[in-house]
């Protein structure tokens, strides 16, 4: 197992909160990882959806739920309440109570109600759920921190054996939401990227601001937006640790940093979280990392939202989803 892997479930052991999973009467990998995870004990894991649907998943399959929490519209007192509110919520939208209810009854949604009230600490989905499909109710229903502009999201890849090291861990933003943010957006974004950073990485977030310049070497005004990024991020948030404008080797490999770099830099060659400058760059470098480095993807978040709300990949495999599932659970102490 991979020493991140490992530090994501001693901490989430450690902080032992409450994650609701809504995707797991859909599929049954899904529903493994839930039971793998309850047996473990490292944090109470709350189904959200039908009892009926789990129970009859279950059977299929051959998995022991036993003792383990679902959370039914149908068995939930408060379930009204919640439609209520929700209406009052979205009355823009001039929902009749008929279709209120049709989407609170939709597990993703119910969740994120469960995040609304305190009833669990986090959301992880995203193997039956589109990106779409949870973005639209967790902006919805837990809205947006105070002060932040757009959502965005965060991804935590990591690799054993690489030429530059071994076990590396890498936070990056944004690859699957901006398609190509303002530089005050892309500043927003490293700021977001780096205080998540904190909760999640078991060492100082190095955040880089990526480019295909390193320092000047290139003029041309995607350059610019970066630097005007950077300038921004450097100027809100001084107690950060922010720099660029990098090409991405110069971030990661000390050997390139040390050949490139004409100045002083606490960043270069050592950065764990990278800042894409828009989400063409960052899905397709992202993903070449993955493939081409044999990396994992572990966790994935969305940022700017008044909760924890993952959204991992519909590919995923039970030990993905596991390792997901610990990592919406590490978290949880910034709500302390």
């Given at each position: 197992?991979?020493?991140?892997?490992?530090?994501?479930?001693?901490?989430?052991?450690?902080?032992?909160?409450?994650?609701?999973?809504?995707?797991?009467?859909?599929?049954?990998?899904?529903?493994?990882?839930?039971?793998?995870?309850?047996?473990?004990?490292?944090?109470?894991?709350?189904?959200?959806?039908?009892?009926?649907?789990?129970?009859?998943?279950?059977?299929?399959?051959?998995?022991?739920?036993?003792?383990?929490?679902?959370?039914?519209?149908?068995?939930?007192?408060?379930?009204?309440?919640?439609?209520?509110?929700?209406?009052?919520?979205?009355?823009?939208?001039?929902?009749?109570?008929?279709?209120?209810?049709?989407?609170?009854?939709?597990?993703?949604?119910?969740?994120?109600?469960?995040?609304?009230?305190?009833?669990?600490?986090?959301?992880?989905?995203?193997?039956?759920?589109?990106?779409?499909?949870?973005?639209?109710?967790?902006?919805?229903?837990?809205?947006?921190?105070?002060?932040?502009?757009?959502?965005?999201?965060?991804?935590?890849?990591?690799?054993?054996?690489?030429?530059?090291?071994?076990?590396?861990?890498?936070?990056?933003?944004?690859?699957?939401?901006?398609?190509?943010?303002?530089?005050?957006e892309l500043a927003e974004i490293?700021?977001?990227?780096?205080?998540?950073?904190?909760?999640?990485?078991?060492?100082?977030?190095?955040?880089?601001?990526?480019?295909?310049?390193?320092?000047?070497?290139?003029?041309?005004?995607?350059?610019?937006?970066?630097?005007?990024?950077?300038?921004?991020?450097?100027?809100?948030?001084?107690?950060?640790?922010?720099?660029?404008?990098?090409?991405?080797?110069?971030?990661?490999?000390?050997?390139?940093?040390?050949?490139?770099?004409?100045?002083?830099?606490?960043?270069?060659?050592?950065?764990?979280?990278?800042?894409?400058?828009?989400?063409?760059?960052?899905?397709?470098?992202?993903k070449g990392m993955m493939i081409?480095?044999?990396?994992?993807?572990?966790?994935?978040?969305?940022?700017?939202?008044?909760?924890?709300?993952?959204?991992?990949?519909?590919?995923?495999?039970?030990?993905?989803?596991?390792?997901?599932?610990?990592?919406?659970?590490?978290?949880?102490?910034?709500?302390?």
């Amino acid at each position: 197992m991979h020493p991140y892997i490992e530090f994501l479930i001693d901490k989430a052991s450690k902080l032992h909160g409450k994650v609701a999973v809504p995707d797991g009467q859909f599929d049954e990998r899904v529903l493994e990882a839930c039971v793998r995870v309850h047996k473990a004990g490292w944090l109470d894991v709350v189904m959200v959806g039908s009892r009926a649907e789990y129970e009859k998943m279950a059977s299929k399959f051959g998995f022991d739920i036993t003792g383990m929490t679902i959370v039914d519209p149908d068995e939930t007192d408060e379930f009204a309440d919640y439609c209520k509110e929700y209406g009052v919520m979205r009355a823009k939208e001039n929902l009749t109570p008929e279709q209120i209810e049709a989407v609170l009854r939709e597990p993703v949604a119910l969740a994120m109600m469960l995040v609304k009230h305190g009833k669990v600490d986090g959301v992880c989905s995203g193997v039956y759920y589109s990106t779409a499909d949870v973005a639209r109710p967790a902006i919805k229903i837990l809205g947006l921190q105070k002060g932040v502009s757009k959502m965005t999201a965060l991804g935590v890849m990591i690799f054993e054996d690489t030429p530059i090291g071994k076990n590396l861990v890498y936070c990056a933003a944004d690859g699957t939401i901006l398609p190509n943010p303002t530089a005050e957006e892309l500043a927003e974004i490293a700021i977001l990227a780096t205080d998540k950073a904190k909760a999640i990485l078991p060492t100082e977030p190095l955040t880089a601001m990526l480019s295909f310049s390193t320092c000047g070497s290139a003029k041309h005004e995607m350059v610019d937006k970066v630097t005007t990024a950077l300038k921004i991020a450097n100027e809100k948030r001084p107690d950060l640790k922010i720099d660029g404008e990098f090409q991405l080797d110069t971030a990661i490999s000390p050997r390139v940093a040390e050949k490139k770099m004409k100045r002083p830099s606490e960043v270069a060659g050592k950065a764990n979280v990278l800042i894409w400058p828009d989400l063409q760059a960052g899905n397709m470098v992202g993903k070449g990392m993955m493939i081409m480095g044999s990396g994992m993807l572990v966790g994935a978040t969305f940022l700017g939202l008044n909760g924890f709300v993952n959204d991992h990949s519909r590919g995923a495999t039970v030990d993905e989803i596991v390792t997901n599932i610990a990592f919406v659970g590490a978290q949880i102490e910034e709500n302390k």
